[in-house]
């Protein structure tokens, strides 16, 4: 099944050619076989480790065990580098190239770029990976380096304590696999489950397969879960499995076996009880009340099983090792894992270790001067097999460079026959890197881009659970080891300039079918970065098939998040603003924003609403409609022209504050009505900030409004700093220079301002943001090799974690937007039904279409072409204005019209 589904994602991801231009072209069927998947789909080899650098291998994915292979080199009984990804450890991600499936860490042994190890872990196959470790010296002094090979299983998080035997004819259903649970106290998050569980689903290590129905389940009157039965055990039995503390007693009615009323007593910890089935299809528990428990499943088979067999589950880390010395290798079998590991290395002096312990930061450092012990007895918490290669001695201003082929088969001998090529795979030279058609004005950049994009390419992890399975999974640094909704839709707008299909599957990670029980896959700050990235996406491929696979995925989202949909509590308000606070306390991504702080500080979080939730859905809502209009969908239309009206004015009658000059949080009384601007004691705006600057995203402002907006954003006196655009302004009396949002430099929202930049038709001011976004980020990057989070506003030193990717990729999009050939770039506005460039990139041609929910006004586009040119420009045969920021890059603004058309740019 998996060979098939992998088969059916790289027939649907072809190019196809048309003049300069490739694209995806996926059929809509193909995309659809995606629609019960949220995994990104790299491979069974990867940088997935949570916990130390290196390349890992899955041996089956819904079984959440991951093999990591790590380099920990370090001085010959000396200083020692291990490369922990949850802090800074002295080792950078590198390169990254998706195609070849080649990864690069740097291991600074001495800063900067003095003594180092280059580790390049090659994909040769499915099976194998090739590292390729060149240490490197250069310094005028010899350096005594070593180098520890490292393997080991790691388990997932929530590693069931006991399995279940289940006996001959039996069948074991875990009750959050249920058809149908319906709860008689509707809760918001009903339909939209965090963390992408099902509803009613908790997560621990003492239930049978770790997931259980909670408490919540048996507490209420009324709530009821349904399960199908198998046809064939209709007139069997159900064991049921639960958990309730010893002494308490909970009350369900059971449909299925008449209607018999049964009390569930605790024990404290998993207990049963049976009931006998009378040929019904399904079977229904309905909670009578009473004590807090929580439902493991049910065990149904043919004939009675009262106490079933539960087996102890322990984590196994220790493999069983056969090792050839004379020809340096050794295989691994792991009791939980499917099939052999291998290992062969190139000739060296080396020993073969274990190290019994569960971690090596602390442990490993303080037994670096034990090299006599063939194992080193830790807590024997954990397992590393160690292949120890010492000394490797580097002659000062040289190199030297060591391989080792790691390979994973079904059994020993498929193992042994891929280490017996190794003479053969070693000597195979690397993939050809593509060279980029980066323009000559954006060379002071280029390191910084190769160092995010690593970033970015490194910062996937596995297991990450969602919806009863484990996936891989795109994060914002390895810090933060879960889903992230808005995060990871800037995730997918770097990967939109990296690789496509990626993206797609980052996007596809977060929506869920129509009719699904969650709206969307939801974790942290509700902004639909997910529908930019779509369109960003959509204007890069032209594919039809993906904004018809995408639509009805986006528009559920759409409504949930408006409130017009499942347990949504979005639109409680009589003034339809719209707030998200029953869902997460972050409205925009800005944790200490001061409006936002104040609010949760007085509970008043049923009473206020901010800005950024209705303006995001007015412009949510326009792409939705652009996409409608293409379908000649008039009922959608219709429906979105009436939200767009209704969250337009009511962010006009009482958010829009003219003594701030920002649209403010709006206050409402205990029914509901609003009340006025949520101020401070002293009667100030707190929403002095880019929150309340919002609206010019959405297209709703009068001119007068979108001029005062404007001045506060650009203006070094409110929220243009020496570092770029902050998120608070600097005049406000609840301004610092110490926070984590509040006096810093973000990209998230900037990437925003520069879109909408376009849309309004000011190329100049879309400029300034992305050339000061580039210029802050590189110059901290070529500094410290890392590619921080944000950026104090002062003097625009990094801060945060230090190895991030999440918001931090619109860099990527400023930098080809300004400097890669055959890059067009618009705001939110404009849809590229056709976007072709020549085939020496001299000239372009596209077939544009517009938001036509919103008055006709001058957009503008940004082209990179081939910068040895001059060139022209005009839209159905009218001539434009051409702004040219450095050679190769223009920019054109076009005439105030809703009217689809032509943009023809050319040599002049």
Request: net charge neutral; glycine share 8%; charged share 20%.
């Amino acid at each position: 099944m998996r060979r098939k589904l992998f088969l059916v994602l790289a027939a649907m991801f072809l190019f196809i050619k048309s003049g300069h231009t490739q694209q995806y072209s996926p059929a809509l069927a193909d995309l659809e076989t995606l629609s019960g998947s949220h995994d990104a789909n790299t491979g069974e080899w990867g940088p997935y480790s949570k916990q130390y650098a290196g390349i890992s291998h899955i041996p089956e994915i819904n079984k959440g065990l991951r093999f990591d292979f790590s380099v920990v080199p370090g001085y010959y009984r000396g200083k020692v580098l291990v490369p922990n990804v949850l802090f800074e450890s002295g080792y950078y991600p590198w390169n990254a190239d998706l195609k070849s499936g080649t990864y690069t860490y740097r291991y600074e042994l001495e800063w900067k770029d003095q003594v180092y190890t280059d580790v390049e872990y090659r994909r040769i196959d499915t099976r194998t990976v090739m590292a390729v470790i060149k240490c490197v010296n250069r310094t005028k002094t010899p350096q005594n380096l070593a180098l520890n090979l490292m393997g080991s299983m790691q388990y997932p998080e929530v590693w069931p304590e006991k399995k279940l035997q289940i006996p001959e004819g039996g069948v074991w259903i875990n009750a959050v696999d249920y058809q149908k649970i319906k709860f008689a106290v509707a809760s918001p998050k009903d339909n939209l489950v965090t963390d992408g569980l099902m509803n009613g689903e908790i997560r621990n290590m003492s239930f049978l397969d770790g997931s259980a129905l909670g408490k919540r389940f048996l507490q209420e009157v009324g709530n009821q879960v349904s399960y199908i039965v198998p046809a064939t055990l209709r007139n069997g039995y159900v064991c049921l499995i639960f958990r309730a503390a010893k002494n308490t007693k909970s009350r369900i009615l059971v449909e299925g076996a008449g209607k018999e009323s049964i009390t569930l007593e605790g024990t404290g910890g998993l207990a049963t009880q049976l009931i006998r089935l009378k040929g019904a299809s399904t079977i229904t528990l309905r909670s009578l009340g009473g004590s807090a428990m929580e439902l493991n499943g049910l065990l149904i088979t043919p004939g009675a099983v009262s106490a079933p067999s539960l087996l102890e589950n322990p984590r196994l880390f220790k493999p069983r090792v056969i090792t050839n010395v004379e020809k340096r290798q050794l295989l691994m079998k792991y009791p939980d894992a499917p099939g052999y590991y291998g290992m062969r290395w190139d000739d060296a002096l080396f020993k073969i270790r274990e190290i019994r312990n569960d971690e090596l930061d602390v442990y490993f450092r303080k037994m670096v001067h034990n090299h006599v012990d063939s194992i080193l007895h830790g807590n024997e918490k954990g397992h590393y097999e160690n292949i120890f290669i010492r000394p490797v001695t580097v002659a000062p201003e040289s190199e030297s460079t060591f391989h080792c082929l790691i390979t994973h088969a079904a059994d020993s001998t498929e193992v042994g026959q891929t280490l017996s090529r190794y003479d053969q795979l070693k000597s195979g030279n690397p993939a050809d890197v593509v060279a980029g058609n980066d323009l000559p004005a954006g060379k002071d950049y280029v390191f910084s881009q190769k160092m995010l994009k690593a970033s970015l390419l490194h910062n996937i992890v596995y297991p990450i659970y969602a919806q009863r399975t484990y996936i891989k999974h795109y994060t914002p640094g390895k810090w933060w080891n879960s889903l992230y909704t808005w995060d990871s839709g800037f995730i997918a707008v770097g990967l939109n300039e990296i690789d496509l299909k990626s993206a797609l599957m980052c996007i596809n990670a977060y929506t869920t079918a129509p009719e699904s029980q969650s709206a969307f896959i939801h974790h942290g700050s509700p902004v639909p970065v997910q529908a930019y990235a779509f369109i960003d996406l959509l204007n890069k491929t032209q594919s039809k098939a993906v904004g018809q696979y995408f639509y009805p995925r986006l528009k559920q989202y759409y409504e949930f998040l408006c409130g017009e949909s499942g347990s949504s509590t979005t639109r409680s308000m009589q003034s339809k603003l719209l707030k998200t606070w029953d869902y997460f306390y972050n409205s925009g991504g800005w944790d200490d924003y001061p409006a936002q702080s104040a609010l949760h500080q007085q509970k008043m979080e049923d009473r206020v609403s901010p800005v950024i939730t209705t303006a995001q859905c007015i412009r949510f809502a326009k792409i939705l409609r652009m996409l409608a209009l293409r379908e000649g969908n008039k009922k959608d239309i219709v429906k979105y022209d009436c939200d767009i009206k209704l969250f337009t004015e009511a962010l006009q009658k009482f958010s829009w504050n003219p003594e701030s000059g920002y649209f403010s949080y709006v206050l409402h009384d205990a029914q509901g009505k609003p009340q006025g601007p949520f101020a401070d004691a002293k009667g100030i705006d707190y929403n002095m900030g880019m929150d309340g600057a919002y609206p010019l995203l959405s297209g709703v402002c009068s001119p007068e409004q979108q001029r005062i907006l404007l001045e506060k954003i650009f203006s070094p006196d409110h929220l243009w700093t020496p570092s770029g655009m902050g998120v608070v302004d600097q005049s406000a009396p609840y301004y610092r220079s110490d926070g984590y949002w509040n006096g810093s430099v973000w990209t998230p929202h900037q990437w925003f301002v520069w879109k909408t930049m376009l849309d309004l038709g000011k190329p100049e001011l879309a400029m300034k943001i992305a050339k000061k976004g580039l210029e802050v980020f590189s110059k901290e990057t070529n500094d410290s090799y890392h590619t921080f989070e944000h950026f104090l506003s002062l003097n625009g030193r990094g801060a945060g974690w230090h190895q991030f990717s999440g918001l931090s990729t619109p860099v990527l999009s400023w930098y080809n937007a300004c400097y890669k050939q055959g890059t067009v770039t618009t705001g939110f506005e404009i849809l590229l039904e056709k976007s072709e460039f020549d085939k020496d990139l001299k000239g372009y041609h596209g077939k544009l279409s517009f938001d036509e929910s919103t008055v006709a006004h001058g957009r503008s586009v940004m082209i990179c072409l081939n910068p040895s040119y001059v060139y022209q420009a005009s839209f159905n045969g009218k001539h434009l204005q051409v702004m040219e920021p450095h050679p190769g890059l223009i920019c054109v603004t076009l005439p105030a019209t809703n009217k689809s058309g032509e943009l023809i740019v050319k040599v002049k």
